[in-house]
């Protein structure tokens, strides 16, 4: 028996786990590579199982398909860029490099901009977005997106039932699988 712990505070985001009886083992691996492993040693095989790895699939590697694209696995070609976006170099597109990601095709005038939705996405990495918590709805979320000239994403946000907020991003959106 296996009991998982998933902590998250204003201080830190963990995960740990606590194996229930003397007789089974667990133990996570994880590669000079990236490559996290479960591995469990139930007392019934007396022999290591991998129970658990990610990455589980291309598109969960971190920035795969470059800034303002997405990935997906469904695509013959992995990644997309998002609508209004074009690769930044088509030729390495053509031979499946798609780490440059995507570029605007007209750059943001702050005067006329929209925002098309991606749906059934995780969001872009978040360590250059801004968090407003004073914001309570998606609607209000956007209307401030549109004051300002280099928010490039929003997202309302809700954390852990404490509350709404914004998220708002104001440079490259990367890591979209």
């Known amino acids: 028996n296996m009991m998982f712990n998933f902590t998250t505070t204003e201080e830190e985001v ?51 398909c470059g800034s303002n694209s997405f990935c997906d696995v469904d695509i013959s070609s992995k990644c997309d860029c998002i609508k209004g976006f074009e690769p930044r170099n088509k030729q390495a597109w053509l031979f499946q490099d798609m780490k440059g990601g995507c570029k605007r095709k007209t750059p943001l005038s702050c005067d006329g901009d929209e925002f098309f939705p991606l749906k059934k996405v995780k969001l872009p990495d978040t360590k250059t977005a801004i968090v407003d918590r004073g914001i309570m709805s998606l609607k209000e979320c956007k209307k401030r997106c549109l004051q300002d000239c280099n928010c490039t994403a929003y997202a309302a946000m809700d954390t852990l039932n404490r509350g709404l907020g914004c998220l708002i991003w104001r440079a490259d959106l990367v890591d979209i699988p």
């Open 14 to 64: 963990t995960y740990s786990f606590t194996v229930a009886g003397d007789k089974f083992y667990s133990k996570l691996k994880l590669s000079h590579a990236g490559l996290v492993q479960r591995w469990t040693w139930p007392p019934t095989t007396k022999n290591w199982i991998l129970s658990w790895y990610w990455p589980t699939d291309l598109c969960d590697h971190y920035a795969e």
